[in-house]
């Protein structure tokens, strides 16, 4: 919660990297052909199954290098976003098409106090496709349950055959 009582989610600092958030240190780890989590990469951006999600075939995107905010992405930087996110929607539909999805972007709230979190937040884009209902347990306790694994989903996704593969 910050000052004014409002909830506000953020990605903290890699311990590693301080300089570097979580999700960034996660996007330059997702080589082009060695990553078992990642499902459609660009020139800024990846698209990535992250391990621990709400839905089994939830995908992040996020830039490849560390932004806080949406708003400041170049024309450039968006291009290739508008790319990645064509072919990430391309695969899922090929993989669980037919299913109804929401959307999450995720950019650092603006405001004099949050000048202060612009390293610790990395905007994204959440992908949830809604392939199942979440049961008494799911939303009792809060915690989601994945019959697929995020290596497993990814690979599907990434095998997918797409127009322009």
Same mark, same amino acid.
């Given at each position: !919660?910050?000052? /004014? *009582?409002?909830?506000?989610?953020?990605?903290? $600092?890699?311990?590693?990297?301080?300089?570097?958030?979580? %999700?960034?240190a996660t996007a330059r780890g997702m080589r082009p052909k060695e990553a078992e989590e990642?499902?459609?990469?660009?020139?800024?951006?990846? +698209? $990535? @199954?992250?391990? &621990?999600?709400?839905?089994?075939?939830? $995908?992040?995107?996020?830039?490849? @290098?560390? #932004? &806080?905010?949406?708003? @400041? &992405?170049?024309?450039?930087?968006?291009?290739?976003?508008?790319?990645?996110?064509?072919?990430? !929607? +391309?695969?899922?539909?090929k993989v669980v098409g037919g299913v109804q999805y929401n959307f999450f972007l995720h950019s650092v709230p603006h405001g004099r106090e949050?000048?202060?979190? #612009?390293? /610790?937040?990395?905007?994204?884009?959440?992908?949830?496709?809604?392939?199942?209902?979440?049961?008494?347990? #799911?939303?009792?306790? *809060?915690?989601?349950?994945?019959?697929?694994?995020?290596? %497993?989903?990814?690979?599907?996704?990434?095998?997918?055959? $797409?127009?322009?593969?």
């Open positions: !919660m910050n000052d /004014s *009582g409002e909830n506000t989610r953020e990605i903290r $600092i890699n311990p590693i990297v301080p300089t570097e958030s979580v %999700l960034v990642r499902v459609e990469r660009g020139e800024h951006f990846v +698209a $990535i @199954k992250p391990f &621990a999600i709400r839905f089994e075939r939830e $995908i992040h995107i996020l830039p490849l @290098k560390h #932004q &806080a905010y949406f708003l @400041k &992405a170049s024309r450039t930087e968006l291009d290739d976003f508008a790319r990645v996110l064509r072919r990430t !929607m +391309a695969r899922l539909d949050f000048d202060d979190r #612009q390293e /610790s937040y990395h905007w994204h884009l959440e992908i949830c496709p809604r392939t199942s209902i979440p049961t008494g347990f #799911q939303l009792g306790s *809060g915690l989601f349950v994945s019959t697929v694994s995020p290596e %497993l989903a990814a690979e599907s996704l990434r095998n997918a055959d $797409i127009d322009g593969d």
